[in-house]
């Protein structure tokens, strides 16, 4: 409800209005004059239609200031969503980020390991080889202590005959 000095500003200045209206120079003199209930009819009307526009004003308060909060709440949702979508991207692109960074250690690590695999390979395969010719080195040595040795021959060569 509006405070009383309203009320009574908006029946005043109605009255003022109604009394100037009947004083007016011209017209019939008895109708002119107003009755205490018409008087008080006028302000009961001035009154409610004040109240109406009070009421009508406030109505339109309430649904502007309804529209802002419902903005609002679309706007922190659309901030959050949009918060949500970019760490959602961040995350993918560090996984992505990830994945390349793995792949190009290994393309760059699979050239080593071939290489290492080549050394190690031809290392074992001098190993071998010499480790064949050392036994095959002790297998003659072996055979050569295991030979009869046959006493020298020597032969006399006799003149004559």
Do not use: D, F, H
Request: with cysteine.
């Amino acid at each position: 409800m509006p405070p009383p000095s309203v009320l009574a500003a908006a029946v005043s200045c109605l009255l003022a209005a109604g009394a100037l209206s009947g004083c007016g120079g011209g017209g019939a003199g008895a109708g002119a004059l107003q009755t205490p209930a018409q008087s008080e009819e006028a302000s009961e009307r001035a009154e409610e239609s004040t109240k109406k526009r009070e009421e009508a004003a406030e109505s339109a308060r309430n649904r502007e200031l309804l529209s802002e909060i419902e903005a609002k709440k679309k706007e922190a949702a659309a901030e959050t969503n949009a918060k949500k979508r970019e760490a959602a991207a961040e995350a993918k692109a560090k996984k992505r980020e990830a994945e390349a960074k793995k792949k190009s250690e290994a393309a760059a690590a699979e050239p080593k390991k071939r290489e290492e695999a080549a050394r190690t390979l031809a290392q074992r395969k001098r190993e071998a080889e010499r480790k064949r010719q050392q036994e095959a080195s002790k297998k003659r040595t072996q055979e050569r202590a295991k030979a009869p040795r046959l006493p020298p021959i020597v032969t006399t060569t006799t003149a004559g005959g």
